[in-house]
Antibody, heavy 124, light 107 residues
Framework: EVQVLESGGGLIQPGGSLRLSCAASGFTVSTYAMNWVRQAPGKGLEWVSVIGGSGGDTYYADSVKGRFTISRDNSKNTVYLQMNSLRDEDTAVYYC?????????????????WGQGTMVTVSS | DIQMTQSPSSLSASVGDRVTITCRASQGISNSLAWYQQKPGKAPKLLLYAESTLESGVPSRFSGSGSGTDYTLTISSLQPEDFATYYCQQYYSTPLTFGPGTKVDIK
């Protein structure tokens, strides 16, 4: 079965750092673009970042650029989101989501597999 | 960045009703549009991509149409399990953006 499982969320003080993990099974993360999407409590969906293509191109939302870094470990079939300089407004459920088609080069598409999400709370 | 809007923001409907949700992009997105359904406490679920292609396993009562900047999601006969929030998403260019959502609840 194709699935992803997020972990690493928790309570962190403003200015702190956290690393989220997204472990994939049933497919290889190096052959699909992988995204992070977040949802603040009671709010809508916000795309955060993507790592895609065999070259691992990365893209970020302006709201996290320079603070968050997406990466992947092909040997562990896992994608990560390193979050630094966290702010109150980063509080959200963070979802890992797989792009629908497999592409050598990154071509954006819909997200067909989502994890259950991991909660990140930034608060003093 | 491409801004996405949806209308209405919420609607009340009855089982069996035909429901239409509209999504508008701030610039043309060449049918690079997906629709998702989200139920409370759950992850979003892909319903359609490429504006009108039904994801595997999604009931045929869901359909999509549109072009350029304007797109619609139609549920032909609303079922009890369809009460949820629906989001459109453009993937024409990064940053990828979602609409604010349309909540469909029971009349």
């Amino acid at each position: 079965e194709v699935q992803v499982l997020e972990s690493g969320g928790g309570l962190i003080q403003p200015g702190g750092s956290l690393r989220l993990s997204c472990a994939a099974s049933g497919f290889t993360v190096s052959t699909y673009a992988m995204n992070w999407v977040r949802q603040a409590p009671g709010k809508g969906l916000e795309w955060v970042s993507v790592i895609g293509g065999s070259g691992g191109d990365t893209y970020y939302a302006d709201s996290v650029k320079g603070r968050f870094t997406i990466s992947r470990d092909n040997s562990k079939n896992t994608v990560y989101l390193q979050m630094n300089s966290l702010r109150d407004e980063d509080t959200a459920v963070y979802y890992c989501a797989k792009d629908r088609p497999s592409n050598t080069d990154y071509v954006p598409d819909g997200f067909d597999v989502w994890g259950q999400g991991t909660m990140v709370t930034v608060s003093s | 960045d491409i801004q996405m809007t949806q209308s209405p923001s919420s609607l009340s409907a009855s089982v069996g009703d035909r429901v239409t949700i509209t999504c508008r992009a701030s610039q043309g997105i060449s049918n690079s549009l997906a629709w998702y359904q989200q139920k409370p406490g759950k992850a979003p679920k892909l319903l359609l991509y490429a504006e009108s292609t039904l994801e595997s396993g999604v009931p045929s009562r869901f359909s999509g149409s549109g072009s350029g900047t304007d797109y619609t999601l139609t549920i032909s006969s609303l079922q009890p399990e369809d009460f949820a929030t629906y989001y459109c998403q453009q993937y024409y260019s990064t940053p990828l953006t979602f609409g604010p959502g349309t909540k469909v609840d029971i009349k």
